[in-house]
């Protein structure tokens, strides 16, 4: 299984940014998909999880409101849609993929969407830069 991470940039506080991850390797709508960044000089943190079909999705708070995470099945594509980005959501961003048998209403309540042992792929990281 393949990911591919694209649509990075730089971009001013305020702007937006549209993030894709293309899998590979296995049917699409088997995997759970996950968003996490990593600032400079720090973990990898979760943002955003969206379940296989779709009907689900979990956020970070601090990215409520202002983040859309979203998929296409057809196409093998999950997104990050980012609005009124700010400095502090600076770093890469990680897209990963899940491919847990559990159902969604179980894979929610564990929390496994932010937990990043729970991924069993990872992209390799598209840049992210707002500045202010």
């Known amino acids: 299984v393949q990911l591919q991470a694209s649509g990075g940039g730089l971009v001013q506080a305020g702007g937006s940014l549209r993030l894709s991850c293309t899998v590979s390797g296995r049917p699409f709508g088997t995997v759970y998909v996950g968003w996490f960044r990593q600032a400079p000089g720090k973990e990898r943190r979760f943002v955003a999880a969206?379940?296989?079909?779709?009907?689900?999705?979990w956020y970070t708070d601090d990215v409520k409101g202002r983040f859309t995470i979203s998929r296409d099945n057809a196409k093998n594509t999950a997104f990050l849609q980012m609005n009124t980005l700010q400095p502090e959501d600076t770093g890469v961003y990680y897209c990963?993929?899940?491919?847990?048998?559990?159902?969604?209403?179980?894979?929610?309540?564990?929390?496994?969407?932010?937990?990043?042992?729970?991924?069993?792929?990872w992209g390799q990281g598209t840049h992210v830069t707002v500045s202010s």
């Open positions: 969206i379940s296989k079909s779709g009907d689900r999705t």
């Open positions: 990963a993929a899940d491919t847990s048998l559990a159902r969604t209403d179980a894979w929610g309540y564990s929390q496994s969407y932010s937990k990043k042992a729970k991924y069993d792929y």
